[in-house]
């Protein structure tokens, strides 16, 4: 740490630059129009030096934080020493701008003080369309960027606090959502232009050069902690393997293939091996990666720090170019969301064998992302939007949680009176799946349904979701996770959907897509989870009688556990291992889909 700066002082000063971050975050929060911005909150905030370092960062999605260091020393390379008081700069382009995928609108203003450049505020916030082939920006069937929609290089929103129209006019012709588009970023604009105030009030606290040495003490302090973290961890090399499912009707696995390797107090992160990228638009550009690598090593440290760019001097990341990691431009990446999960789950799976009682079985893969489009009779359109969240895996202490974000993610699930408000369709279920997760002495989280009925003549259904054919893995003797399916129901028939469309779905009046979520690993074999437990899950209705019995071979009877029958049972399914299939066959029942010809691929991934 710096000699010149004392601990308490240090501390306070985060705070202050944290308060700083978060009230950019309720400034949007508070002002956009869209829902996925406003009910999903899917955005992020930060706060800069005059480097260009990420000092502090909101309370909002991992997926995006690791990024801002990309973004910022594109900002920098572009336009450094040329800067002016009152300049917002906009920019989305993965290839020419340190993006990650078009929907991901970087809105960031210089901070100066007496005509010195002090810091940067910035936001980063998903929008709803962008244009391009597919409603949302994110059709997996995208297969190189040009199809995505609007490419936005490095360009001054605001040149000395005046507002380049033309840029404005622009984004605004290429969206199917012009209203809730421009709301959203007229509200990074101010929560810019309040974050500046903020920062401004800051830094006169100080004083410039204080101020800057602060900066460098923070990052110093981030770095000292995590390096000490680190090197309590064993020195080795831990690897592990997951997979996306793949797109379309017949998709072939997709490999992640990650090392992670500990030398005294550094850990590399390396990529090798995991797959070219694909001909669809779930590449993820390399912001994402280094970002979903930050974040898994935050998460198997499991340590408080300050949420600034120093630690990651700890961390290094390797990516093959052209790999779907770090893919050769013009490579399609508006639906790279699904990759970051998948990400994180790999990552969490190698941690598992460095710090086993920290690390969960696979969470559900992520948010699953439905675009429902159309126009009305009024040829006003209409788009139903925001992910779908979650359940984690089961760990050594606890159950899965369920009902809430990925970890990954840290966003929320839409309330349906707002979609149903708002939006011409009819929330048909939203439920809890009954006999879904993976079982484990410590389950998985189970999975969610929800179901949306189209109330207009027709629209256009895309979905981007994961983790069917290769379930959420267990750890610990626990068993993977329930699949996913995406069925629609029309005129008293059923059509399952594929994982990934490679194509936008048809939808007509009356029609209801329903998405069954996967749910998360258990941890542990089922046959030694505590009796008591299982009676709660069944009288909560997440089990029923049967599958307590031929799974978990717990026997209720008259809402009471049978000790007696219970040990019997116990006993028998111990010795025969056929039993660890009766999930699966009680999970579609429950679902009342048959999938009798389906099968999943249970793949060894260590």
Same mark, same amino acid.
Not at 322 to 340: L, Y
Not at 467 to 493: C, K, Q
């Given at each position: 740490?710096?000699?010149?700066?004392?601990?308490?002082?240090?501390?306070?000063?985060?705070?202050?630059?944290?308060?700083?971050?978060?009230?950019?975050?309720?400034?949007?929060?508070?002002?956009?129009?869209?829902?996925?911005?406003?009910?999903?909150?899917?955005?992020?905030?930060?706060?800069?030096?005059? @480097?260009?370092?990420?000092?502090?960062?909101?309370?909002?999605?991992?997926?995006?934080?690791?990024?801002?260091?990309?973004?910022?020393?594109?900002?920098?390379?572009?336009?450094?020493?040329?800067?002016?008081?009152?300049?917002?700069?906009?920019?989305?382009?993965?290839?020419?701008?340190?993006?990650?995928?078009?929907?991901?609108?970087?809105?960031?203003?210089?901070?100066?003080?007496?005509?010195?450049?002090?810091?940067?505020?910035?936001?980063?916030?998903?929008?709803?369309?962008?244009?391009?082939?597919?409603?949302?920006?994110?059709?997996?069937?995208?297969?190189?960027?040009?199809?995505?929609?609007?490419?936005?290089?490095?360009?001054?929103?605001? !040149?000395?606090?005046?507002?380049?129209?033309?840029?404005?006019?622009?984004?605004?012709?290429?969206?199917?959502?012009?209203?809730?588009?421009?709301?959203?970023?007229?509200?990074?604009?101010?929560?810019?232009?309040?974050?500046?105030?903020?920062?401004?009030?800051?830094?006169?606290?100080?004083?410039?050069?204080?101020?800057?040495?602060?900066?460098?003490?923070?990052?110093?302090?981030?770095?000292?902690?995590?390096?000490?973290?680190?090197?309590?961890?064993?020195?080795?090399?831990?690897?592990?393997?997951?997979?996306?499912?793949?797109?379309?009707?017949?998709?072939?696995?997709?490999?992640?293939?990650?090392?992670?390797?500990?030398?005294?107090?550094?850990?590399?992160?390396?990529?090798?091996?995991?797959?070219?990228?694909? @001909?669809?638009?779930?590449?993820?550009?390399?912001?994402?990666?280094?970002?979903?690598?930050?974040?898994?090593?935050?998460?198997?440290?499991?340590?408080?720090?300050?949420?600034?760019?120093?630690?990651?001097?700890?961390?290094?990341?390797?990516?093959?170019?052209?790999?779907?990691?770090?893919?050769?431009?013009?490579?399609?990446?508006?639906?790279?969301?699904?990759?970051?999960?998948?990400?994180?789950?790999?990552?969490?799976?190698?941690?598992?064998?460095?710090?086993?009682?920290?690390?969960?079985?696979?969470?559900?893969?992520?948010?699953?992302?439905?675009?429902?489009?159309?126009?009305?009779?009024?040829?006003?359109?209409?788009?139903?939007?925001?992910?779908?969240?979650?359940?984690?895996?089961?760990?050594?202490?606890? !159950?899965?949680?369920?009902?809430?974000?990925?970890?990954?993610?840290?966003?929320?699930?839409?309330?349906?009176?707002?979609?149903?408000?708002?939006?011409?369709?009819?929330?048909?279920?939203?439920?809890?799946?009954?006999?879904?997760?993976?079982?484990?002495?410590?389950?998985?989280?189970?999975?969610?349904?929800?179901?949306?009925?189209?109330?207009?003549?027709?629209?256009?259904?895309?979905?981007?979701?994961?983790?069917?054919?290769?379930?959420?893995?267990?750890?610990?003797?626990?068993?993977?996770?329930?699949?996913?399916?995406?069925?629609?129901?029309?005129?008293?028939?059923?059509?399952?959907?594929?994982?990934?469309?490679?194509?936008?779905?048809?939808?007509?009046?009356?029609?209801?897509?329903?998405?069954?979520?996967?749910?998360?690993?258990?941890?542990?074999?089922?046959?030694?989870?505590?009796?008591?437990?299982?009676?709660?899950?069944?009288?909560?209705?997440?089990?029923?009688?049967?599958?307590?019995?031929?799974?978990?071979?717990?026997?209720?009877?008259?809402?009471?556990?049978?000790?007696?029958?219970?040990?019997?049972?116990? @006993?028998?399914?111990?010795?025969?291992?056929?039993?660890?299939?009766?999930?699966?066959?009680?999970?579609? @029942?429950?679902?009342?889909?048959?999938?009798?010809?389906?099968?999943?691929?249970?793949?060894?991934?260590?």
């Amino acid at each position: 740490m710096t000699s010149n700066v004392d601990p308490i002082t240090l501390e306070v000063f985060q705070n202050a630059l944290a308060s700083i971050a978060d009230e950019l975050a309720l400034v949007i929060m508070r002002s956009a129009y869209s829902n996925i911005v406003r009910d999903s909150m899917d955005y992020s905030t930060a706060v800069c030096d005059h @480097k260009g370092l990420t000092i502090a960062q909101g309370l909002t999605t991992p997926v995006h934080l690791g990024s801002f260091p990309h973004a910022m020393r594109s900002l920098i390379e572009a336009y450094e020493g040329k800067m002016s008081p009152g300049d917002i700069f906009i920019f989305n382009d993965p290839y020419e701008a340190g993006g990650m995928h078009l929907p991901d609108f970087y809105v960031i203003k210089p901070v100066f003080v007496q005509d010195r450049l002090e810091g940067y505020v910035a936001t980063l916030a998903h929008q709803i369309d962008v244009g391009g082939i597919a409603p949302g920006g994110m059709g997996v069937f995208s297969q190189e960027i040009f199809q995505e929609g609007l490419r936005i290089p490095i360009l001054k929103l605001f !040149d000395k606090g005046h507002a380049n129209e033309a840029i404005f006019s622009l984004i605004k012709i290429n969206t199917r959502m012009p209203d809730s588009l421009m709301g959203d970023l007229r509200a990074q604009v101010s929560a810019c232009t309040t974050g500046d105030k903020g920062m401004i009030s800051l830094v006169n606290k100080y004083g410039g050069d204080s101020f800057r040495e602060h900066c460098e003490a923070l990052h110093d302090y981030a770095e000292k902690i995590i390096r000490k973290q680190i090197a309590e961890l064993p020195d080795g090399r831990y690897a592990y393997e997951d997979y996306l499912d793949g797109v379309g009707e017949n998709p072939e696995p997709i490999k992640f293939c990650v090392s992670v390797n500990i030398t005294g107090n550094h850990v590399e992160i390396d990529w090798t091996g995991t797959s070219p990228q694909v @001909k669809a638009a779930i590449n993820g550009p390399l912001p994402t990666t280094h970002a979903m690598s930050y974040l898994g090593v935050r998460c198997a440290i499991a340590t408080q720090m300050p949420n600034c760019e120093g630690y990651m001097r700890a961390i290094s990341v390797m990516a093959p170019k052209g790999s779907i990691v770090n893919p050769f431009e013009p490579a399609a990446c508006g639906a790279r969301g699904i990759i970051c999960f998948r990400m994180f789950d790999t990552l969490l799976g190698a941690f598992s064998q460095v710090v086993p009682d920290r690390i969960p079985a696979a969470n559900e893969g992520g948010s699953t992302a439905p675009h429902i489009a159309g126009r009305d009779i009024h040829n006003k359109p209409f788009m139903v939007s925001g992910g779908l969240m979650g359940c984690w895996g089961g760990n050594e202490s606890c !159950d899965g949680m369920e009902g809430i974000s990925n970890p990954a993610a840290n966003l929320g699930n839409t309330p349906i009176e707002l979609l149903e408000s708002r939006q011409p369709i009819e929330i048909t279920k939203y439920a809890f799946i009954t006999n879904s997760g993976g079982p484990g002495s410590q389950r998985g989280g189970v999975a969610l349904v929800r179901g949306y009925r189209l109330l207009e003549e027709a629209a256009e259904l895309v979905v981007r979701s994961d983790r069917r054919s290769v379930p959420p893995y267990g750890l610990g003797d626990g068993f993977p996770g329930t699949p996913s399916w995406n069925v629609i129901y029309s005129d008293g028939n059923q059509k399952l959907l594929p994982a990934c469309p490679m194509e936008a779905v048809p939808m007509k009046k009356g029609d209801e897509f329903v998405h069954y979520q996967a749910g998360a690993g258990g941890y542990g074999d089922p046959l030694n989870r505590d009796p008591k437990k299982v009676l709660r899950d069944t009288m909560n209705e997440l089990f029923s009688l049967d599958y307590a019995a031929e799974v978990y071979g717990v026997i209720i009877e008259n809402e009471l556990v049978s000790n007696e029958e219970t040990a019997k049972k116990r @006993k028998i399914l111990r010795a025969d291992k056929s039993h660890k299939g009766a999930y699966m066959r009680h999970f579609h @029942k429950a679902i009342g889909v048959d999938f009798s010809n389906w099968q999943p691929h249970f793949i060894n991934k260590s």
